[in-house]
């Protein structure tokens, strides 16, 4: 049985630098990275790539691909590099899963279907299991973001039976105003 790492600390979401004619500007991300490893800010320990502010959804595949190669040589150790594999697609975030274990990606996210939504906690598992275990070294977060996903569903009911399916599963990137349920996930993650 694995062992996965969780992180602590603050968890920068990186932005996508696009040219002025929408292509990728893979070339800005060395001095991003670089920013990042110096910010004065302290407890940075991990981006997540290509999630919600780095505008996955209006990426191509080959391009999260490149984006995230990108960021590991940038990032040169100096911090986690998380990589967000969210798709309506769980083929495509599969086939992203897969390829951020091979590239050597710190920890995968997937943030939920937002087209054909999942309705119980148990359709949010069995969506995102095969997706986990395409990348089963790496730690998975469920990056919970109900304001875009319309996916609204008990994060610490999904903390509990998503560990039953999906092994690599540690912990949730909660992107919601219920402080109430947040509570409830930071006080179950505190006692495993």
Same mark, same amino acid.
């Given at each position: 049985m694995n062992n996965y790492e969780k992180l602590e600390g603050m968890v920068a979401a990186t932005f996508t630098p696009l040219d002025e004619n929408g292509d990728v500007n893979l070339s800005v991300i060395d001095k991003y990275a670089d920013w990042i490893a110096s910010t004065p800010i302290k407890g940075v320990f991990a981006i +997540? !790539?290509?999630?919600?502010t780095g505008e996955f959804s209006s990426l191509a595949i080959d391009e999260r691909k490149l984006i995230l190669e990108k960021w590991l040589v940038s990032a040169r150790k100096r911090f986690k !590099? +998380?990589?967000h594999v969210g798709s309506n697609c769980q083929r495509s975030a599969m086939e992203l899963a897969r390829h951020a274990a091979q590239v050597g990606a710190d920890a995968i996210a997937s943030i939920a279907?937002? %087209? %054909?939504k999942p309705g119980t906690v148990d359709e949010l598992v069995d969506f995102f299991a095969p997706i986990c275990h395409s990348a089963a070294g790496l730690p998975f977060y469920y990056y919970n973001m109900p304001s875009i996903t319309g996916v609204n569903l008990p994060v610490d009911k999904f903390l509990v039976e998503g560990k039953k399916k999906i092994p690599n599963l540690v912990g949730t990137k909660f992107t919601h105003n219920n402080l109430m349920e947040m509570g409830v996930c930071i006080e179950l993650e505190q006692h495993r």
């Open positions: +997540i !790539v290509c999630g919600t !590099v +998380i990589a279907p937002s %087209f %054909f």
